[in-house]
């Protein structure tokens, strides 16, 4: 089991592939990088980066004359509280009912199974840690 992690939003998530893509950087290169697509300004972007420090999903190194931000989790630890979320939400924590789903509708065949089996049978022979 994986320790709960804080949820981001989909305005935290802009922020986080931003800081995933390169890291350190600072407020005003986050904003420019992200303004043409959210129109953002800096006040949002910081507004943004204050709850994200608080959460702990994101750190800031101020010992420099420029607060510079990274990110505190991997895009692995959030995709899985993303998946998590999502299968508790849409299909009741019923990861059976997630595969029949995608097997229905044409998304997941014969071979995309055995390749979740064959994660599921490498992940059983782990160790526990």
Known sequence: R?????QLTDAEWKIIEVLWDEH???????TRILKPSTGWTRHTIITLLKRMEAKGTITVDSSGSVKMYSPKIT????SAEQTRKFLSRVFSGNLSLLISNLVDSGEADVEDIQT???MVKQNEK???A
């Open 75 to 78: 895009r692995e630890q959030a």
């Open 2 to 6: 994986m320790m709960h992690m804080p």
């Open 126 to 128: 782990k160790p526990e």
């Open 116 to 118: 979740i089996l064959d």
């Open 24 to 30: 350190p950087r600072s407020m005003p290169e986050i």
